[in-house]
Every structure is written in structure tokens, then in C-alpha cells.
């Protein structure tokens, strides 16, 4: 039996998404880029987030040991085994990640009505941040920057330097390719066109995800994609309707969508049409209560009924002979 192997879950695409973010950014040192809680300030850096930080970093470093001793082949393993202790990690070894524009240029000519803080900088192609770590007195130093070459002093920002992962994009492929085989896309003509059109969406905000707001990029990324699926639905719609016209115009058959559109309304007209010729016929009566009051009723018009020029000259002949007419003579002659 082959095992299934899961190419796209929320953990891998986290992963590649912080390996392809880390291209764009300079850090002191490797172990500088791995963060282990984020903070939207610097201010946040208190004893509260340190404390969470630590339980975070102590769970990454249990898992990072059981799936290193499980690799090496013994499956039978418990992850309580490999467990690290909060108490055991030293503050001064957590890196906090904190999301702040401080080292970015601003750029006040970029919008002329600014709304946040990011349009009042140079566009980048991420949520930026700096990495943070504290000494034993507790005071927070930079050790790494985004969208940064060089020194942490003397660098420069830079948003050209880096690229995503290579098994980002192949994520990217995957996601766009197996959503177009849903039942409610996979039909159109055009699907290839959507696709496409996803996956150049997905190049261009795949970075733009902020993990300080959430751990569910796969919910992220397929919005995207329905976004870009229906916007070509919505264009070829458009340009449908437009040939269809432009046929109709020149008396040719439009497409058969546009044939059973028409058949739609025209059926809708008609029922539109019976409905308000049975309303007319509907009469409006009154009749007086034993209290003298006035109320109102509707009476269904009895069924008219055409007699043939054969069937009057029978009822001449009767009338001639007996002088009267009854019901059953009526009956005999009715069409």
C-alpha cells in the first residue's frame, strides 16, 4: 500500500513562506531568523510575551527533536520523551518578531490620500519587520531586518534581492491546478485561462500574508484564487453577452445560452400575461348582512359557452314547435 503523502497542509506552507521571507532580510546570525512570538511593538517586549515566547520556543524544539528521532527510523517513539522544558530556556535565546515600518522609506508622494501607515512608505511586497533579541537586563537589540542588505547599522534597504522558494511556487501550481478541477469551475471552456490567471495572483500577494494575524494560509491563498476565477468568469460572461448581441443584430442564431435566456422570458412573459387576463375576469360583488353592513366578495365569472350556427337553428326549430326552451335542449345541442 502507498502512503499518502499530504503536498499542501497549513505547517509547509508556513514554512516555505518564512524561508522565502528570509531571502528579502538580513540577520546577525542564522538562529536570528527563526522568531518565536510576534509583537506588533516593541514596547510589547514584557515579561507576559516573554513568558509566552519561552512556552512557543520549548514546543518548536520538542517537535524539531521527535521528528529528527523519528526520521532516523524508530517509529515507536513518544514526543513526552523528547520534551523541553519553558524553564530550561534562557529569555536572552528568544528572538521576538516585531512588525514595524521604522526602517522602511517613507514615500508621501506614493498616495495622495494615505489611509494607513503602509502607504505613507515605499510599497514592499510584505508586512515588514525587525527581529529583536534582549540581554540579561532586559534590553531589546536588533538582530535582523526585512527587506535589508548589509549590517544591521550600516546596511541598506533592498526589496529586489530575494525570491520564493522554488517549492513555494510548485504549492502555488498545486493549489491553482486542483481547484480548477472543482465540480463548479471544471467545466468552463476557459478554465485554463483562470488558472493562470490565479497562479499570477498568487506570485504577486503569495508574501503579503502576515502570520501575526494568522496560522491559516491555505484559507488565505484559495480566497485568491476564487477571486481570480470568478473575475474571469465575469469578463467572459461580458464578452459573451456582447457577441450574442451583435448576432441577434444581424439576425444569427446566438449561443445556447443566450437561446435559453430567451426562452425563459418569453415563457415568464406568457405566465405574466394569463395571470393578469384571469385577474381581469374576477368580479367584485357586495351583498348586504341582516345588520345592514356592506361586505365585499369576489365571484368567479361563470364559464361562457359558444354555440355553432347548426346548434342555434335546431334550438329556431324547437322554439317554432313547443314555443318554450328548457335546459335539456340547451344540453343537446352544446359544442
Not at 127 to 146: L, N, W
Not at 152 to 161: E, P, R, T, V, Y
Not at 216 to 245: V, W
Not at 260 to 280: F, P, V, Y
Amino acid at each position: 500500500m502507498v502512503k499518502r503523502v499530504n503536498y499542501l497542509n497549513n505547517k509547509d506552507l508556513l514554512s516555505e513562506i518564512h524561508k522565502s521571507k528570509n531571502s528579502y532580510c538580513s540577520y546577525v546570525s542564522p538562529d536570528d531568523s527563526n522568531y518565536d512570538i510576534i509583537v506588533p511593538d516593541i514596547k510589547k517586549i514584557n515579561g507576559a510575551n516573554i513568558a509566552r515566547a519561552r512556552k512557543a520556543k520549548a514546543k518548536r524544539l520538542t517537535q524539531e527533536a521527535w521528528e529528527q528521532a523519528k526520521s532516523g527510523g524508530n517509529k515507536r517513539i513518544k514526543m513526552s520523551d523528547f520534551e523541553v522544558s519553558p524553564r530550561k530556556i534562557s529569555k536572552t535565546d528568544i528572538v521576538f518578531r516585531v512588525m514595524t515600518f521604522e526602517h522602511i522609506p517613507e514615500d508621501l508622494q506614493r498616495k495622495k490620500r494615505p489611509k494607513t501607515e503602509a502607504d505613507t512608505h515605499t510599497k514592499i511586497n510584505f508586512p515588514p519587520f525587525q527581529h529583536y533579541r534582549i540581554d540579561e537586563k532586559g534590553k531589546p537589540k536588533c538582530v535582523g531586518k526585512s527587506h535589508w542588505t548589509g549590517g544591521m547599522i550600516n546596511g541598506q534597504f533592498s526589496i529586489d534581492h530575494g525570491k520564493m522558494t522554488n517549492k513555494l511556487a510548485l504549492m502555488y501550481m498545486k493549489l491553482c491546478e486542483r481547484y480548477g478541477t472543482r465540480s463548479n469551475w471544471r467545466g468552463y471552456t476557459y478554465n485554463d485561462e483562470m488558472q493562470s490567471q490565479a497562479l499570477m495572483q498568487l506570485s504577486q500577494i503569495g508574501l503579503q500574508f502576515d502570520e501575526s494575524k494568522s496560522d491559516n494560509p491555505f484559507a488565505y491563498y484559495t480566497a485568491a484564487i476564487t477571486n481570480s476565477f470568478t473575475r474571469i468568469l465575469n469578463i467572459e460572461k461580458k464578452n459573451q453577452n456582447i457577441r450574442d448581441d451583435i448576432m441577434e443584430l444581424n439576425n444569427l442564431m446566438p449561443s445556447y445560452t443566450r437561446q435559453s435566456k430567451n426562452e425563459e422570458i418569453a415563457k415568464s412573459e406568457r405566465e405574466d400575461r394569463e395571470n393578469s387576463l384571469k385577474k381581469k375576469k374576477i368580479k367584485k360583488s357586495y351583498y348586504m348582512t341582516n345588520n345592514g353592513d356592506k361586505i365585499e366578495r369576489t365571484v368567479e365569472p361563470s364559464p361562457v359557452t359558444v354555440y355553432t350556427k347548426k346548434a342555434i337553428a335546431e334550438l329556431n326549430k324547437k322554439m317554432k314547435k313547443s314555443g318554450t326552451l328548457t335546459a335539456k335542449d340547451f344540453e343537446k345541442v352544446r359544442k
